[in-house]
């Protein structure tokens, strides 16, 4: 399997525009996690889903951040507007089957200038 | 206060020496204990992962929980300059929600 896959892996932007995240988690985990990681806040959990439906999303910062995950296979991580608070790498996890291990993937490094 | 505490370094070693990581925890509901490795630009990947108090040794790294003092730490013997990273603790209660620590950053010298 390729692992957990992440796109774009660099996204510059400037503020106030709408910015997607993408992920696609190893195939067969049912749970997937979408993290933020800074050097001040280290590794934060935004929300994770289970069986494509949304269980947790308290970590979610505010209303300028929404998540979906159509299938099984996809998730996406919106923000709109855009900050430069936001500047952050955002990491997408998975996990699932015979392990609660959660695989991450590369991340997306985000700048907004 | 932050449920879960871990010096963020740098801890630099020479190569060879034992290594000490460890994290504080305040939430006495945590039951599960891991270790993340993260190389620089890549994602965390687990190291050890360990359920009950005592210790668990896989290969060079011993991963040890004390959950009366609410301590875990980490140990590698015969470290070696590909260790060099950053170390996650992270724990959970009973489901998927795993909250991590800040992370030490180590570097082994040659």
Known sequence: DAGVIQSPRHEVTEMGQEVTLRCKPISGHDYLFWYRQTMMRGLELLIYFNNNVPIDDSGMPEDRFSAKMPNASFSTLKIQPSEPRDSAVYFCASNGGSTDTQYFGPGTRLTVL | ?110
């Open chain 2, 1 to 110: 206060q932050k449920e879960v505490e871990q010096d963020p370094g740098p801890l630099s070693v020479p190569e060879g020496a034992i290594v000490s990581l460890n994290c504080t925890y305040s939430n006495s509901a945590f039951q599960y204990f891991m270790w993340y490795r993260q190389y620089s630009r890549k994602g965390p990947e687990l190291l050890m992962y360990t359920y009950s108090s005592g210790n668990k040794e896989d290969g060079r790294f011993t991963a040890q929980v004390d959950k009366s003092s609410k301590y875990i730490s980490l140990f590698i013997r015969d470290s070696q300059p590909s260790d060099s990273a950053t170390y996650l603790c992270a724990m959970k209660k009973d489901y998927q929600k795993v909250t991590f620590g800040t992370g030490t950053k180590l570097q082994v010298i040659p």
